[in-house]
Every structure is written in structure tokens, then in C-alpha cells.
């Protein structure tokens, strides 16, 4: 459903902000190490997160990433997917047809529109603290 950078930019986001409850800084080899992603993937992508002030980059020699704490209850899953796919998992095909809609449908046109809906309702009212907390008390996990 979520592109691979997607789905990366999602755990890269929670583990930072995971750790940024913490007050720690995480650096760029450690968040890929942590996530299971390539170094120089996860680094394209943490640069479009924090071009979309989603996370904070701090450069120097005690430099990472971070998300201010206050910052974290109001980050939206929407606003991730947002900064890495744009809002094509809202309009695209459940059968990856280019041309699909209700004049034209697929043959999952109507049931997939249903599907897409309560996803994007998902994603604007999930927030990364909601998500962050389930991780801290050991509820959900990132990496197995």
C-alpha cells in the first residue's frame, strides 16, 4: 500500500521521535541500522522529512536527527506519507489502472474507494505520539 521509502520514512519517524522523548538525538547510521534500511536511502529520505518539518536536523559533531517534544502529539501519519508519497495513495487505482474513477470504474472501484477512505481517515488522525507511546511501554515493535 505504502511505497518501501514510505513505509522506511514511517519508522524512521517513530524511532526518531521515540527517541526525541528521551531528549536524545539519533544519528543517520544508527536510524538506519535501527530501521533495517540502507544508509543512503534513509538518508533521501530523512532529507524529505525534514524538508517538510517533520523532523529536525541538527549538523555538527553532536548533530542527528530530532523532533521537538512538543512537536510530536501534533505530527500526523497523513503528514509523513504526505512527504515522501504526495497523495497518491488517495487516488490511485486498487488495481493500478491508470485511468480509473467512478465513470470508468475498475472492478474494485467501489469497495477499494470505501478501503481509501478509511485509510486516509486513518492516517489524519493518528499521531506520531499516539503510535511512539505503544513502542515505549514495549506494546508494539519496529524490529523483529
Known sequence: MFSK????????????ALLSMDGVRVSLKDIARDIDSPVAFTAKILQQLARNNIIDS????VGGF???KDKI??????????????????RGCGLGLKECNALEPCPLHE????????LKE???TT???ELTKGLDVGLTFLKR
Request: hydrophobic content about 45%.
Open 5 to 16: 521509502a514510505c513505509e522506511y520514512g514511517i519508522r524512521a519517524t517513530l524511532h526518531i
Open 58 to 61: 541538527v549538523k555538527g559533531p
Open 66 to 68: 530530532e523532533i521537538q
Open 73 to 90: 502529539a501534533s505530527i500526523k501519519l497523513s503528514q509523513i506519507v504526505f512527504a515522501i508519497d504526495g497523495d497518491s495513495i488517495y
Open 111 to 118: 469497495k477499494f474507494v470505501l478501503i481509501r477512505n478509511d
Open 122 to 124: 486513518m492516517l489524519e
Open 127 to 129: 499521531s506520531l505520539y
